[in-house]
Each structure stands twice: as C-alpha cells, then as structure tokens.
C-alpha cells in the first residue's frame, strides 16, 4: 500500500492532488443507518470512527481505537450513559471520548485514557463529521436542500456503495458528463448526445458545468417519466461541484426549444467520502422534479431509477474508475492526462482544490 501512496504522489501533477482538505464537512452515514443501540463502524479520511445514537437521539462519533490496546470499540458494545464498553477488557468511554470507567485495580482512570470525538450535525438526511483541527463551522456544510421536504415518493432511496478508487476520479467522472453517451448508452446518453454545448461558470468555489444536447433520442432513464413525450427532445445536464467531493446534478429533458423547467427529470445526488487514498464511500440518492405521474407510476419509478442509477454506477462507472486507478498506481512516471473540451469541469474543479489544499496547509 505505501508503495502505490509513493505513486500516487507522483502521478499528482497529471491526475491527483493525493490529498484530503481536512477542515471541511464529510458524509459520515446516511441518517437512517445510524440506528438506536448499533455502532456503525466507517473509515473516514483513513481514520478509524465508530458512530451511534446517544440516549436523546442525537448522534455522536468516536475514534474507533479503544485507549488502552487499540481494540476497534466498534466491536464492544453500547452502556448506559452513552458509552461504549470495549469488549477486549471493559474500559467504557463516553461520547466526549473520555474514559468514564476502568472496571480493574483501583478504578482510577489514566489522563491519557481518551480518544477523539468529532464535531457531528445531521442534516440533509445524513450525519455530517468534521474531523480537521479548526473549529468545525456549520455553515460549511454543502447545499442539499433539495433532499428537505420532498414528497417521499419522488426521493429514492438512499444508497451507498464502495469505490476502490480516489474519490477525485469519482469527481471527474461527475462532472464530465460525456460518458454517458458511451459508458450508459441507452440509459443515461446516446449518439445523439454527443454533440453538445458544456460551458462552465464558477460560483464562489463552486464550479458549475453545464450541457445541452438538442432534438436528441430520449435516453431511457426519463421516458416513463413523461407519458407521451415527443419522439425527440432536448436533454440537458447543470452538474454543481462544491468542495471538496459533493455534486448536483439538474437533469432532464424537454420538448425541442422549450424552456427546460417545462419538461421533467430528477436532481442527483452524489457525496463522495473518501475512506483513504484509494477507496470511497460513494452517497447517492435523487429528487425528481416537475412530476408528471401519478403516485402509482411513482411508488414503481422509484425502484426503477433506483435500481438503475445504482447498476449505472456500480456496474459500469466503478469498473472503469477502479481500473483507471490501478493504472495510476501502476505507473513509473508522472503523467499527463490530454485535455478535451469536455475537461474544463475537471481542470477548474481540482485548481479550486488545490488551492483549497495549499491555503489549509498554510
Ligand atoms: S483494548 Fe479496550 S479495554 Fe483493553
Ligand atoms: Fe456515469
């Protein structure tokens, strides 16, 4: 593993910043995994965290490393007072990751005898971690308001799979959107959607890159979507990056020429928590927007686009993305990706980055 770390600090310059911006907010879980009475055991930005809920119902996160003889406390269990017992010889510590019991010898309880507790907000129906050494700031958490208040029926569900790659190539993949008309084709793009306009804006930090591909084949993502649409459409795409690894995506179709808020399609949701180097925990969920079905059609929509945007990401973006870094490790020297015009998302997204990057680390 130290020998691919090496090479990914090398291929940096072309591909990779190898770094994770530390004072930010992170996906720890989706709300509802974080369950009363379970501990939920989670790799974040290499760290060990376990997570529970506290008797009130709030959440709370631990370094998953027991004080004493590093045992994950993952694997003890939950006792009165919101700690947890370690199973290997009973410390039980607090959710302030002080030690709040030795249950050996005199019982005192050692100065050093503590662990990290990290800063949590739920919201956006997920658990937020901030794990840097600054003050967490709550107004630092990304926008994803649209997942507050959405009928239940036009949310799906929300998923979570594991990618054995950087999280920043997941962002790339994100945000350029031409893929879709050869690694989804028929689903999400088609040879029709090739040919498109992508200009890019920035907002603040966010980088917002857009597409739009006219009088095109309708993709079979969003055809059940709209009974009765027009044989060909307008698809279009506003994907929004916001530090360091979370996106939008605005995406849909309408009939040819008109204005887009007429036609149908979902926001995506993709929050990429990086588990190290070389691993992500991938986020997803989408909202759609501007309805046309009845609850019916919606209560089968949702499975359906569920199923099909996890197939999309899980079975053929993933592959590509986990062999794409397996080159990246393999390589003996720096590399230089070619540009497209489809890259400008990418190239402006990883300045802001870097830049992000350079001014944490003074
Ligand atoms: S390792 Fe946790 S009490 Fe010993
Ligand atoms: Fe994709």
């Known amino acids: 593993m130290d020998g691919s770390i090496g090479q990914r600090q090398k291929v940096k310059q072309g591909m990779l910043t190898g770094k994770f911006l530390r004072n930010a907010w992170y996906v720890a879980a989706w709300s509802e995994e974080v369950v009363p009475g ?47 017992q370690c199973a290997y010889h009973g410390l039980e510590i607090g959710a302030d990751g002080m030690c709040a019991h ?9 100065t050093r005898a503590r ?65 879709t008309s050869y690694l989804h084709e028929g689903i999400l793009g088609n040879k029709d959607t090739v040919e498109s306009e992508t200009p890019v804006e920035l907002d603040g930090d966010d980088v917002i890159v857009s597409r739009y591909s ?20 307008d698809k279009f795409s506003r994907t929004r990056w916001m530090a360091p690894c979370y996106l939008t995506l605005f995406t849909g179709i309408c009939a040819p020429g ?32 501007n309805v046309m079905t009845d609850d019916e059609t919606n209560k089968r929509e949702r499975d359906r686009v569920a199923k099909l945007r996890r197939f999309a990401f899980e079975e053929q973006d993933g592959p590509v993305i986990e062999k794409q870094q397996l080159v990246l490790d393999k390589a003996r020297r720096p590399l230089d990706p070619v540009i497209l015009s489809t890259d400008v998302g990418p190239v402006r997204y990883k300045r802001v980055l870097e830049r992000l990057l350079a001014e944490e680390q003074g």
């Open 38 to 84: 379970k501990l939920v055991a989670r790799t974040i930005l290499g760290e060990p965290v376990v997570l529970y809920r506290k008797a009130d119902g709030t959440a709370a996160a631990l370094e998953d490393r027991c004080p004493h003889r590093f045992a994950p406390l993952s694997i003890g269990k939950l006792v009165p007072g919101d700690r947890i």
């Open 115 to 179: 662990i990290a507790a990290y800063p949590i907000i739920e919201k956006h129906l997920a658990v937020w971690i901030w794990m840097g050494d600054k003050p967490a700031v709550p107004a630092k958490i990304p926008d994803f308001s649209v997942l507050d208040g959405a009928p239940a029926l036009h949310v799906m569900p929300l998923d979570l799979i594991s990618v054995k790659a950087n999280y920043e190539l997941v962002v790339d993949n994100l945000l350029d959107v031409s893929h």
């Open 258 to 289: 008109a204005a887009k808020e007429t036609g149908t399609g979902y926001h995506g949701i993709h929050m990429l928590t990086p588990e190290d180097e070389g691993n992500t925990h991938y986020f997803f969920t989408a909202v759609r927007w």
């Open 214 to 233: 006219p009088n095109a084949t309708p993709p079979g993502m969003f055809t059940p979507f709209w009974p009765g649409h027009p044989p060909r459409i």
């Open 102 to 110: 030795n249950p050996h010898g005199a019982k005192n309880i050692p």
